[in-house]
């Protein structure tokens, strides 16, 4: 299956979805937070620098849990603001 291109906007609510859970991690490893949330580093990678701008329900959870953040809080901060 052929997935369709990313349009702006999600492109632009991946990197900030990415830029909001690099702030969360702050000090703790790439490696030791993608291993509590049960994945590879360069996948966690590729969310933070919004190279992945969709990234399945799941893994958001499980990142969010590990970070101690709220899915409401990565909702708001992750939707870009009306012009």
């Known amino acids: ?37 049960g994945m590879s580093a360069e996948t966690l990678r590729k969310i933070e620098t919004g190279r992945i701008a969709t990234p399945a329900f799941f893994t958001i959870a499980a990142l969010a849990d590990v970070l101690g953040i709220s899915l409401d809080h990565l909702a708001v901060r992750s939707t870009p603001a009306s012009t």
Request: charged share 30%.
């Open 1 to 37: 299956m052929v997935r369709p291109p990313l349009t702006p906007e999600e492109r632009l609510r991946g990197e900030q979805l990415g830029h909001t859970l690099r702030q969360a991690r702050g000090e703790r490893s790439i490696v030791e937070v993608a291993a509590a949330a």
